[in-house]
């Protein structure tokens, strides 16, 4: 499998591949899109979005980076992601998050042979690049975050809370849990998806 994926990697993006990258990038979105709804229902529960999304998402991670191990396809996939992300009203620091973890993620699996292991450290590097590229927004607007959560429709109590949270040791626990929400979604990918991970590599 290794070997195979090494072979196609030194290859240049075709047009097969822009497609599965547009498709698998757009439902990588969708999985973190409707963990935020459901989870973003309650502000306590919001930044743990990444930690939960990430054991689903990193199914569709594993069989992105199987399908196409291609060099650029992971930072194509970002850059969409973040277009998408902003388009529909995310906050520009979570798009930089996801471009920044984009370029870590190929800058990981790009050095020495690709392997499985590889593919989910990056994805865990993805993640918490996206997670702290959402959550920064707080430190950067200061004590107007408040409002600009109150002119995207949630409640003064909302956004206070959000920022809360950020001041208390379970932020710490949030983070760590998008890492180790990634390696399970990764590792869970790729358990998952290994005999066809055999057909797609032969």
Known sequence: MVTAANAQNSGKLVGKDFIFIAIFGVLLFVVFFIFAMVLGMNANTFWFT???????AGIVWMYLLARVPKRGAI?????LVAVVALLLGML????????????????????????TVKNVI?????TLA??????SMIFLAGDSYVDMVVQSGMSV???QTLVSFM???LIAVAGV???AGALIGGFLGAKIFKKHFAKIAA
């Open 50 to 56: 990444h930690a939960i999304g990430a054991i689903p």
């Open 75 to 79: 930072l194509i996939m970002s850059v």
């Open 92 to 115: 520009w620091t979570g798009p930089v998050g996801i471009i920044v973890g984009g370029v870590l993620a190929e800058l990981i699996v790009s050095v020495g042979k690709r392997s």
């Open 122 to 126: 990056a994805f865990a590097a993805w």
């Open 130 to 135: 996206f997670w702290v590229g959402q959550q």
């Open 157 to 159: 109590e909302y956004g």
């Open 167 to 169: 001041q208390s040791p």
């Open 177 to 179: 849990g998008c890492v």
